[in-house]
Nanobody, 130 residues
């Protein structure tokens, strides 16, 4: 079992920055693919970003590409989402997710599907004011 705890959410003005963190426990962190998803009120959960075991491969939704950066520190068992130039449409609950599948060759499509992930955090609210 993997436990995921997000932090770093809050209220930020449009154009500002925020960094989300997700601390993992219960499994060797470097064996987990990690992802960030978000869900706005009245909308379905959507993919934001994903990162491979070592951090060498990263994936982004088109809506955040160039503004958000995902990274991980395997020594600290933590994955991060740096959010820059935020927009009101980025307002959502942000969820951290982990995939412990040993399969290799995962594609951007695999990372973008919520069904690829086995464990989820409780979410952290991000609100962007205009």
């Amino acid at each position: 079992q993997v436990q995921l705890v997000e932090s770093g959410g809050g209220l930020v003005q449009a154009g500002g920055s925020l960094r989300l963190s997700c601390a993992a426990s219960g499994r060797t962190f470097s064996s987990l693919r990690m992802g960030w998803f978000r869900q706005a009120p009245g909308k379905e959960r959507e993919f934001v970003s994903g990162i491979s075991w070592s951090g060498s491969n990263t994936y982004y939704a088109d809506s955040v590409k160039g503004r958000f950066t995902i990274s991980r520190d395997n020594a600290k068992n933590t994955v991060y989402l740096q959010m820059n130039s935020v927009k009101p449409e980025d307002t959502a609950v942000y969820y951290c997710a982990a995939d412990d599948s040993p399969r290799r060759g995962a594609t951007n499509i695999y990372y973008s599907q919520s069904g690829s992930y086995d464990f989820w955090g409780q979410g952290t609210q991000v609100t962007v004011s205009s």
